[in-house]
């Protein structure tokens, strides 16, 4: 974590609790096109303990405009298709949060 | 971030907009006493872009169990009794969240 992560996105996901673990497969698979793309910082999969099945996609970005830039890029859209197109459609985007991160504290 | 950060705590909270700044600012006097607890990784505050007033508080944690021993220590009530009474009465827990991170992909 450094103070550089100024914008956070969060992808609130919902699948079937039974394809979680294939969920964070296909994660692994895409953060390989995204971590070279200018302004990227970390990509991290949080899964809720009470709510089977929700799961956090969480990227963090220079700036605001990093995090546009790779949305509308090649990259992105490779990185997308890259998902399984049967996983993809199981998968519902229930809220997408964009976060401005700031006063980081850290051991 | 790392992958020892096994552990996340999100506190959706809201405030009237015009009162982040200072709520902002009693999270950085809390995050003094949490910093040398046992399992403690970090704190970050993160403010809504779309939502005005929307801010999360989100601690890492090593695991589930320093969270809680955390929860229920007197640094915890001290931490809070620091927050200002006014203020903290002006402050809306939206949500509790409790995450299992994994899968940290960093620069």
Request: proline content about 2%.
């Given at each position: 974590?450094?103070?550089?992560?100024?914008?956070?996105?969060?992808?609130?996901?919902?699948?079937?609790?039974?394809?979680?673990?294939?969920?964070?497969?296909?994660?692994?698979?895409?953060?390989?096109?995204?971590?070279?793309?200018?302004?990227?910082?970390?990509?991290?999969?949080w899964?809720?303990d009470?709510?089977?099945?929700?799961?956090?996609?969480?990227?963090?970005?220079?700036?605001?405009?990093?995090?546009?830039?790779?949305?509308?890029?090649?990259?992105?859209?490779?990185?997308?298709?890259?998902i399984?197109?049967?996983?993809?459609?199981?998968?519902?985007?229930?809220?997408?949060?964009?976060?401005?991160?700031?006063?980081?504290?850290?051991?």
């Open positions: 974590v450094s103070a550089a992560a100024a914008y956070v996105s969060v992808s609130r996901l919902r699948v079937a609790p039974e394809r979680c673990a294939e969920l964070v497969s296909a994660f692994q698979q895409r953060a390989h096109l995204v971590d070279e793309f200018d302004g990227f910082v970390a990509l991290e999969v899964e809720s009470r709510e089977p099945g929700e799961i956090w996609m969480v990227s963090r970005w220079r700036d605001r405009q990093a995090f546009t830039r790779y949305m509308r890029s090649q990259a992105h859209d490779v990185s997308h298709q890259r399984d197109a049967e996983l993809r459609a199981a998968i519902k985007l229930e809220r997408l949060e964009h976060m401005r991160g700031f006063d980081v504290v850290a051991r």
